[in-house]
C-alpha cells in the first residue's frame, strides 16, 4: 500500500482526501517509482474541477513528479534500480509511489535535483514546444505572454530572451511585475492597473507583436488578439480565467488575417523519441545557466488542497512541490 490524494467526486479542493491506494508490483515494461517530489500545475485544477474529463470513475490527481526507480518489471533495459527519473503524465502523480511505463521516464542528469525539476518538468516542457512548435519564435520577434510571474510564464521569459526576442509580459501586482522582469522580459505590464493592450501598443509603435502566448483565457482572448500585428499567431494554452467564450473564426480575420491554435503539451511528447528529445533540449537550457530555476514553494503532499487554493486565488509566483 502507499499513501495519496484521491478524488471521489468532481469539486473544490475539498474534494481530494488523503487514503490508503494499492501499489502492485511492477509488469512488463513497467517500474516501481518512489516519489520524492510532485508539481502542482493548473491541469491538476482542471481535472479536480471536472473541467477535463476523468478517464475513470475516480481521479489522483498530478501530472508531474520526480523520483527513485524501486524495482524493475520485466522488459525494462534502459533503467536501473537507483535511477533518479522525472515524468509528465495527464494526472496520477499525488501519491508516495506508483508504477509507471518505463517509456514515459526521463533519466535526470546530475546538477539538476527532484525539487527543482518535478516544479519545473512539465511547465519547462510547456515553455520548450510553445517557442519551438506552436510558433516557433525568431531573433528579433516581439512576444507577449500573459501571466509572466507563473511557473511557465518565467521559464518562457528566460527562454524568450535566450532566443534574441523581446519578450512582454503581464501580471497582477507589481511584485509579480519585478519578478518577471528579473527573469528576461524587457516590459512587464501590471493589468490590473494598465490596460495592456494600449501599453502594447505603446511599446511597439503600434506595430503589435508577432504572438501571443495566453493561458488565462476567458479574460485576456479579446485583448491578445487586439495585440497582434497582422498575421500574427494567437497561442492559446490554458484558461487560469475560465474558458474561452464567444470566439469565432471572424475575430480572427476583423483583427488582421491571424492564425490560433490551442496546443496540449502532451500531443507534442506522444512520443518517446519526441518526450526525450525535447526534455534533453530543457535540460540542456538549465545546465547551461540560460535558464534559472527559482526555488519552489514546499508543501507536505497531504497538504495538497491548500496548494489549490493558493494557485486558484493566484496567491503564488513561480511553481509549487509536494513532498511526500
Known amino acids: 500500500m502507499t499513501k495519496g490524494i484521491l478524488v471521489r467526486k468532481a469539486g473544490?479542493?475539498?474534494?481530494?482526501?488523503?487514503?490508503?491506494?494499492?501499489?502492485?508490483p511492477p509488469g512488463p515494461g513497467q517500474v516501481l517509482l518512489r516519489q520524492t517530489a510532485i508539481g502542482v500545475n493548473f491541469i491538476d485544477v482542471y481535472f479536480r474541477s471536472g473541467?477535463?474529463?476523468w478517464p475513470e470513475e475516480t481521479i489522483v490527481p498530478g501530472a508531474e513528479a520526480a523520483g527513485v526507480i524501486e524495482a524493475l518489471g520485466p522488459g525494462v533495459k534502459d533503467f536501473r534500480i537507483?535511477?533518479?527519473?522525472?515524468?509528465?503524465?495527464?494526472?496520477?502523480?499525488?501519491?508516495?509511489?506508483?508504477?509507471?511505463?518505463?517509456?514515459?521516464?526521463?533519466?535526470l542528469p546530475d546538477g539538476i535535483t527532484d525539487t527543482a525539476i518535478a516544479g519545473a518538468f512539465l511547465k519547462g516542457l510547456t515553455a520548450q514546444y510553445l517557442v519551438t512548435a506552436s510558433y516557433v519564435v525568431r531573433p528579433g520577434d516581439t512576444v507577449l505572454v500573459h501571466a509572466a510571474a507563473g511557473g511557465v510564464g518565467l521559464l518562457l521569459g528566460q527562454w524568450l530572451h535566450a532566443l534574441g526576442a523581446m519578450a512582454l509580459g503581464t501580471a497582477g501586482t507589481d511584485a509579480k511585475c519585478a519578478l518577471a522582469r528579473s527573469h528576461g522580459y524587457a516590459h512587464v505590464i501590471n493589468y490590473?492597473?494598465?490596460?495592456?493592450?494600449?501599453?502594447?501598443?505603446s511599446i511597439t509603435?503600434?506595430?503589435?507583436?508577432?504572438?501571443?502566448?495566453d493561458s488565462v483565457g476567458h479574460d485576456t482572448w479579446r485583448g491578445s488578439l487586439k495585440c497582434l500585428s497582422p498575421r500574427?499567431?494567437?497561442?492559446?494554452?490554458?484558461?487560469?480565467?475560465?474558458?474561452?467564450s464567444g470566439f469565432s473564426m471572424q475575430d480572427l480575420a476583423s483583427n488582421g488575417s491571424l492564425s490560433a491554435n490551442r496546443p496540449v503539451l502532451f500531443d507534442y511528447i506522444a512520443s518517446r523519441a519526441e518526450l526525450v528529445q525535447r526534455a534533453e533540449d530543457l535540460f540542456g537550457k538549465i545546465l547551461s545557466g540560460a535558464l534559472r530555476l527559482d526555488t519552489a514553494m514546499t508543501r507536505p503532499l497531504q497538504d495538497a488542497a491548500k496548494a489549490h487554493q493558493a494557485l486558484e486565488a493566484r496567491q503564488t509566483t513561480g511553481s509549487t512541490v509536494l513532498l511526500p
Open 205 to 213: 509603435g503600434g506595430k503589435g507583436v508577432a504572438a501571443v502566448y
Open 82 to 107: 537507483g535511477d533518479r527519473v522525472a515524468y509528465v503524465m495527464a494526472h496520477g502523480a499525488y501519491r508516495e509511489s506508483r508504477v509507471m511505463p518505463a517509456d514515459r521516464l526521463v533519466a
Open 51 to 53: 473541467l477535463y474529463a
Open 12 to 24: 473544490g479542493p475539498e474534494a481530494m482526501e488523503w487514503v490508503d491506494m494499492p501499489c502492485l
Open 192 to 201: 490590473r492597473t494598465q490596460d495592456f493592450v494600449a501599453e502594447v501598443a
Open 232 to 244: 500574427g499567431m494567437f497561442v492559446n494554452f490554458g484558461q487560469s480565467s475560465g474558458m474561452m
